[in-house]
């Protein structure tokens, strides 16, 4: 039986060149794999013994749609067997006529009923994903430090709302933002301005003149959607908050990135506990700017679809320490990728080389 490392990286090379072609129009199309109950059952090694039990197969006139083959860790001189049957073709009372023949013949016989593992085929179907946000999107829990003011609250549901109501192939949805919000953009982008030169990757501070950002205005989601639309095909849609790893990654599949619209608490512009406008602009949007890093980005999101939950905490650690808490060694020195935004540098420690985007872990 071939391992789920190895079917899950078939399926991919499958679907790669389909989900490539997908994100960009929202035509392409991403087959889903085939489910449905699934049998497991051992053979002594002998010639003839796979054929009399397909034998069984035929006269149950039960079709297979999957088949592999490993050999038992339990009983020597045995192979195991796992199949998936096409139980649109065949009744219950076919299946459990075939489990009682393969009996016969086999040590150990199983059936499992698989449930499909849902994941967007087209660039469409991630409206079903941006209302699942983990986070509740109108309402701040005690600890958030905007939680105390109630306009903040208020201000908050409002952009929720806008984000919540966002259709894919619709304008994307413009905010008019107040002078408070401005000058905490404002304070955000003047202090990690000074820290580029000195802390940030060569490809983001390549990118970032290009970004186009400005004191005194925050730059609407179809400005920037547009501008990484023409650099690499990524483009922008609106979140309400936090999705989980899983939903956040299919995104990243068609090269859209999921971004929140709100602007963190204005009293402490120097933190913020949950992704926010700042933080997606200033600190995304110039690395999916750069056409590696953009590449990368869809990979992750891509071996991500249909993943098993073990494959998913995976793929986000990975996102996690490059994209978010991200470092890379450039000339002998560790530059920040993105998180250079949010002024606490000094709680990375995790390192990356990247050569020129593949990823080593080592200590720091």
């Known amino acids: 039986m071939t391992s789920a490392t ?12 389909v989900a490539k072609d997908a994100y960009a129009d929202g035509k392409g199309e991403i087959v889903q794999s085939q489910t449905g109950p699934s049998l497991i059952f051992t053979l002594s090694e002998k010639v003839g013994g796979l054929a009399d039990a397909l034998a069984f197969f035929k006269q ?24 998936i049957v096409d139980d649109k073709e065949s009744t219950p009372k076919d299946i459990s006529s075939l489990l009682e023949d393969l009996k016969k013949i086999s040590k150990n016989v199983s059936l499992h009923h698989e449930e499909a593992l849902w994941y967007p085929s087209k660039i469409s179907d991630l409206d079903r994903l941006s209302t699942r946000v983990r986070s509740n999107a109108t309402e701040l829990s005690k600890d958030h430090p905007g939680y105390p003011d109630k306009l903040y609250r208020e201000r908050r549901k409002e952009l929720a709302a806008l984000s919540m109501k966002y259709k894919h192939g619709e304008s994307l949805p413009k905010v008019t933002y107040t002078k408070e919000e401005i000058n905490t953009w404002d304070t955000v982008l003047s ?12 490809e983001y501070i390549k990118m970032l003149p290009t970004c186009n950002y400005k004191l005194g205005t925050i730059p609407q989601f179809d400005e920037m959607s547009n501008f990484l639309k023409v650099r690499t095909g990524f483009t922008l849609r609106p979140v309400a908050g936090l999705l989980s790893a899983r939903d956040f990654l299919c995104g990243l599949a068609f090269r859209v990135f999921f971004a929140t619209p709100y602007v963190r608490y204005s009293k402490t512009p120097m933190y913020t506990p949950e992704p926010d406008v700042i933080r997606e602009f200033i600190g995304h949007v110039p690395l999916l700017a750069d056409p590696g890093f953009a590449q990368f980005a869809q990979e992750l999101g891509m071996i991500s679809l249909g993943a098993p939950e073990e494959w998913i905490k995976r793929i986000s650690r990975i996102y996690w320490f490059t994209f978010e808490f991200g470092m890379v060694r450039q000339n002998g020195d560790l530059k920040h990728t993105e998180q250079v935004c949010y002024l606490h540098l000094e709680s990375c420690s995790i390192a990356f080389r990247m050569n020129p985007f593949t990823m080593i872990l080592h200590p720091n």
């Open 6 to 17: 190895e079917a899950q990286l078939n399926a991919w090379k499958d679907f790669t060149s």
């Open 60 to 83: 149950r006139k039960v079709n297979l749609t999957h088949i592999e083959s490993r050999k038992s860790k339990d009983d020597r001189g045995c192979f195991e067997f796992y199949v």
């Open 191 to 202: 202090a990690v301005q000074k820290l580029h030169p000195t802390h940030a990757c060569k």
